[in-house]
């Protein structure tokens, strides 16, 4: 087992179950190295980028390795797809395992395993790489979606930081009325409502259900001819998420025209805070994407029927 330097900060990504697991783990795992009640930090996309590193020492994970957390005695424990390695820093890394499964596996050595979190850990590895042959996918897939739903600290103090208390939650029983009763309805909803962003990318409007199952299934399908589906949500301090999802890596690749980043079929960016709205987001997506927007007469031209009463679901 290697040696970690004490912590100042634990940081790691707010958006999904793979942080929220992660980082409580990497805390847990402090408290029985070094004894101390380490400061948890969860972060997005855009804001981690801002982030100054000014810490002596920090452990990282579910985020992607960059040079910049080349320190002496820092941890990073990730599983995105990367080119780089640390020359100071120790770098924990296996694109075939969740970042919670990778910190899990440095708990167990310690003697930190559980028959709850056992399972807890799987349901999170399964989620979290989409694992859609295993035969808990679906519930896992509940799982994943508690934090999407209630959000992270939200879901932190309703289990007070102990991870084992959210092995069958209750939440978890609305979680799946909600998928049985909404998915398919909002999958028929959603369909015919996709905006095509460019010939690459598709916008997807939802209303009710399970927005990564939805997307996802209408990838699956072939029910739309853009190989990248993005969805919008508005955080609660009034920024635009746009989360992107394909089947063949393109994702990534438009998350990373946006200072985004993720998986190769599941990213995220921040858009600028002058984007307020669905229409706003079209115009600056296409931006990016292809250089320049398209004239407009009305709202969005031809968009502007389809955008009308779009509203970005709150993330």
Known sequence: MPTFAKPDVILTHESDLDGFTAGILLRRLA???????????????????????????????DFTYEPRFDKADWLIVDHHTTDLAPKQAQLIHDKTRSAGLLAYDLCRAEGLASPALDRLV?????????????????LAQDYANLV???????????IEGELE????????????VKRRLEDPLGYEWSRP?????????????TVIGNVNLIVYRLLDEWAVPHPVLVTLFRKANGLMIASFRSRDGGALRVAEKLAGGGHPNASGATL?????????????LRKV??????????PLNSLGSLLDGFTPAKG
């Open 31 to 61: 408290k029985k190295l070094h004894g101390a009640d380490v400061r948890l930090e969860a972060w997005n996309y855009q804001a981690w980028k801002n982030r100054p590193m000014s810490e002596r020492v920090a452990w990282i994970c």
């Open 165 to 176: 208390r959210l092995l069958d939650h209750p939440l978890l029983e609305v979680i799946a």
């Open 289 to 298: 994407l292809e250089g320049n927007p398209p004239a407009t007469t009305g």
């Open 193 to 205: 409502r996709v905006v095509a962003i460019t010939p690459e990318l598709g916008l997807v409007n």
């Open 272 to 284: 600028p805070r002058s984007v307020t709205n669905a229409a706003e987001a079209v115009l600056h």
């Open 122 to 138: 799987h349901f999170n590895n399964v989620a979290d790489l989409f694992l859609e042959d295993d035969p808990d996918f679906v």
């Open 148 to 158: 999407k739903t209630y959000g992270f600290w939200n879901l932190h103090a309703v």
